[in-house]
């Protein structure tokens, strides 16, 4: 059977498989051992437990752990709601200062619990009640919120950016720094959009700051400045070359809990196992995925599905950007129904030796696949971050809320031009820390 005509009927039945309820995990496993078997017969079953448990043979992915465990802790206490109080007390002088301490707050807890969803539970229990007070649009208030979510996956230190860097051996230190301008781009836009929005409302007093003493200001940072303190110095291990990523995510998941048990409380062995239970529960799915997906790759080498494509894809007489449009689109349609560790681990290999080929770097492809990951956690049919919004502030309907978040998915489309005109917003930060990548 030609490849080419078997790589579609496996993605045919994948979707199919992985719709009909299924767990991500299983269902590639499904897929692959029926096409192994079907293909290669019974004794290419024999490869399937070594090749599982192989995929999970990688100090790299202690991380994983480690860093779940250190986003858990956090989000399990107060910070949220005490950085989203802190920063509006802060800015309280500057114009829609609401509306920024809402974003800021979420790009900060993003890069301290790596969780989009856990991002818009612990700032938007605040932030939402707080902004529709005041009389900002519901649109605004939930799609700010929803939109700042997901900047979880892709500020550093992220847990999505440690699946690519493990499914296409690539560094990890590299992709934590190539995440940073391009996230502080989406916040920036974010912030922008929000504002314009505002004031097109024409409730001119949502802009009108609040009065805070110096007080008032000051006594919230003791809460807050730990955590952060914690975030600069994992990436000042992590590139001042004091440690690993595993030995660092280890190290800062530690100082997180005892902080977590020592600022907030958080000493009752009920409140602790839950902190663990929850991280594991994480950790072990995204694993699963992981040794899943290692099949699944696997299975599409073996039967020459992912070297034909390739070579197809190579003899094409197109323009390297038409080719970058035709992925985006894929990625994006991926992202709407797949989550992202499962996107990345099923698409990444498949498509890197296509994008290498095409001349791009695979760094900065990691930023423009992350955002597209970002739209999907925001767009309908899945959109989990609209979800978790709607359960925050129930009498906001789902339409709201998606009708609010769609300003927010234009802004990440801008940014996906941006690095694709100026691919050095993602790349210059990682070639200037750690030296231009050969």
């Known amino acids: 059977m030609d490849p080419l005509f078997l790589g579609a009927l496996v993605a045919i039945i994948t ?18 051992a029926g096409f192994l078997i079907t293909f290669d017969g019974l004794r290419s079953l024999e490869l399937m437990p070594e090749i599982l448990f192989g995929k999970l043979d990688s100090f790299a992915l202690l991380s994983i752990p480690m860093f779940i465990i250190m986003g858990s802790s956090i989000a ?38 790596g969780s989009s969803p856990a991002t818009c539970a612990a700032i938007g229990k605040m932030g939402i009640p707080e902004m529709r007070k ?10 700010s919120i929803a939109a700042g979510g997901t900047l979880g996956i892709l500020i550093p230190p992220s847990v999505t950016m440690i699946v690519y860097g493990i499914a296409t051996e690539t560094s990890i230190g590299r992709l934590f720094l190539a995440g940073v301008f391009p996230g502080l781009l989406l916040v920036s836009l974010f912030m922008a959009w929000s504002l314009y929005s505002t004031w097109k409302s024409g409730n001119t007093e949502t802009l009108s700051p609040r009065s805070y003493t110096w007080q008032e200001r000051f006594e919230i940072l003791p809460r807050v400045i730990p955590f952060i303190l914690i975030i600069l110095g994992v990436l000042y291990a992590m590139y001042g ?15 997180c809990l005892l902080i977590a048990m020592i600022i907030y409380k958080l000493w009752h062995p009920r409140l602790l196992w839950q902190v663990l239970r929850d991280s594991t529960k994480e950790s072990v799915m ?30 094409l007489d197109v323009n390297r950007w038409v080719l970058m449009i035709a992925i985006n689109i894929f990625l994006l349609i991926a992202g709407f129904f797949l989550p992202p560790v499962a996107v990345i681990l099923m698409a990444a290999p498949i498509l890197l030796p296509i994008i290498t080929t095409a001349g791009f770097d695979p760094i900065w492809f990691a930023v423009v696949l992350t955002i597209n990951m970002e739209i999907g956690l925001i767009s309908p049919p899945v959109g989990l971050n609209l979800y978790v919004i709607n359960g925050i502030a129930p009498d906001i309907p789902l339409k709201t809320i998606l009708s609010g978040s769609l300003p927010f998915v234009a802004c990440m489309i801008v940014a996906i031009i941006l690095l694709c005109i100026f691919p050095d917003i993602a790349t210059w930060l990682p070639d200037y820390m750690m030296g231009t990548a050969r």
């Open 241 to 255: 070359g004091v440690a690993t990523p595993s030995e660092t995510a280890a190290v800062g998941a530690l100082l």
């Open 76 to 113: 399990s206490t107060r910070a949220g709601a005490d950085l989203y109080e802190a920063l509006e007390r802060w800015l309280t002088r500057v114009p829609g200062g609401l509306v920024i301490s809402n974003l800021g707050a979420c790009a900060l807890f993003a890069a301290m619990s």
């Open 134 to 143: 005041r009389g900002y649009p519901d649109g605004v208030a939930a799609g």
């Open 286 to 315: 995204i694993l699963f995925i992981i040794a899943a997906a290692g099949v699944f790759s696997y299975m599409l080498s073996s039967l020459y599905i992912t070297q034909s494509i390739a070579e197809w894809i190579g003899t």
């Open 15 to 32: 979707i199919v498989v992985l719709f009909s309820g299924v767990s991500v995990a299983i269902g590639l496993l499904i897929v692959s």
